[in-house]
């Protein structure tokens, strides 16, 4: 049985220009990976933008305050676990539930289901759910690296609105 091909959920590219951003690195609050987050905070950093990695097993509460303690202009969230699904909605719903936050961009990816590519994609109840870009690990990390580098797109153009965006 072949697996279907993966789904993967990104932004349209917008105009607008880019520069260096402030990015936030976690993970959902059940993974205790560190690994991932070292890789991604260092490919951000390649792209030009400043990253805060505040590890792993961060609960919702906690993100949000660092949300809001370093107003980063987009958060990426990494689940390597396979609990992506379950803990990236309902952090998702927590921080579009935050007047201040809702409109943060933020995206995920990694390993979002136990059973990886197998277990069917998880891409469109994510970003349904109020994720800018979903990255399923069946995809590898190009699609993450052209999301970095897309000028234009909703996490990477210039922050004009209150609540800052990448």
Known sequence: MSAAAPTVITPEPLTGTAGPRRVLVSSVSSDSHTWNLVFLQLLIEEYGHSVTNIGACVPDDLLIAECRRHRP???????????GHLDGRRLIARLRAEPDLADLPVVIGGKLGTRGAEGGSHARA???????????????IGEFRRY?????TRALRGAASAVPVL
């Open 148 to 152: 970095l580098a897309a000028p234009g």
């Open 73 to 83: 202009d987009m958060v990426v969230i990494s689940s390597v676990n396979g609990h």
């Open 126 to 140: 994510l970003a349904e759910a109020g994720f800018d870009a979903v990255f399923e690990d069946s995809v590898g």
